[in-house]
């Protein structure tokens, strides 16, 4: 059952970012991670009564270290998904710097995923979903004081155009968390973690259908080889 909830963890994985790229093509990247977080912290605050668990002082640690995590990777993915004029912006800064453009964003993103898949196996499954309560939290305080530090405070309010979008961003992700955490406690890490970090092929397959955005072959060729990569996963299990 491991295989199967990673499985449908990527999947919801990749429809956050879906939504979140949607967002942060109307609203401040500040506003689309913080209120996106504050959707998901009302909602696991909301299913604690049932789904509290029995938490200890390294669960909420870990899921402290989560939610730095969470701000590295959520900021870094929505960052690749803003407007264009936005986005040439952030080019043209990194290509002034030697440093081919989006390779930050996605560096960050990467190392963010991974260490959000790290930390979260290192709670006990007796805290049952209890660490994401704190991961939405710290997220939320990390970004806020970045955003006010920064003199960018009221960009923390998401435009009205965007509100949709944060919702579903905020429902989709602290769900695949939730899936991720049910996953990595019934199986490996190093089997979990990889199918969960296919989460991309969701996107794509999202922006396909909803956008009529065309894949190149390269993409495909990724696409296939990731699908390959669970059977092949799936059968030496």
Not at 194 to 207: F, G, N, Q
């Given at each position: 059952m491991a295989i199967v909830f990673s499985v449908i963890c990527a999947i919801v994985y990749g429809a956050s970012d879906f939504?979140?790229?949607?967002?942060?093509?109307?609203?401040?990247?500040?506003?689309?991670?913080?209120?996106?977080q504050a959707v998901g912290f009302v909602l696991v605050l909301a299913l604690m009564p049932w789904f509290g668990g029995a938490p200890q002082a390294a669960d909420w640690f870990w899921g402290a270290m989560c939610g730095i995590a969470g701000a590295v990777a959520l900021g870094a993915v929505v960052c690749v998904s803003r407007s264009p004029d936005a986005a040439q912006t952030?080019?043209?800064?990194?290509?002034?710097?030697g440093i081919p453009p989006g390779v930050l964003e996605a560096t960050g993103a990467g190392v963010g995923f991974g260490a959000i898949f790290i930390t979260l196996a290192q709670t006990r499954p007796a805290a049952a979903f209890s660490p994401l309560l704190v991961a939405r939290l710290t997220t939320i305080v990390v970004i806020a004081a970045i955003a006010i530090t920064g003199g960018s405070a009221r960009d923390l309010r998401p435009a009205r155009a965007a509100v949709l979008a944060v919702l579903l961003c905020g429902v989709l992700d602290v769900s695949a968390n939730a899936l991720y955490l049910v996953a990595v406690h019934q199986g490996a890490i190093?089997?979990?973690?990889?199918?969960?970090?296919?989460?991309?092929?969701?996107?794509?397959?999202?922006?396909?259908i909803v956008f009529g955005e065309r894949l190149v072959r390269l993409q495909w060729a990724g696409v296939v080889m990731a699908l390959a990569g669970v059977a092949a996963i799936s059968a030496a299990r």
């Open positions: 939504c979140g790229g949607i967002a942060s093509r109307r609203t401040a990247t500040f506003g689309v991670v913080v209120a996106s952030s080019a043209t800064t990194a290509a002034r710097r190093s089997t979990v973690a990889v199918i969960t970090s296919l989460y991309p092929a969701s996107t794509l397959a999202l922006a396909a």
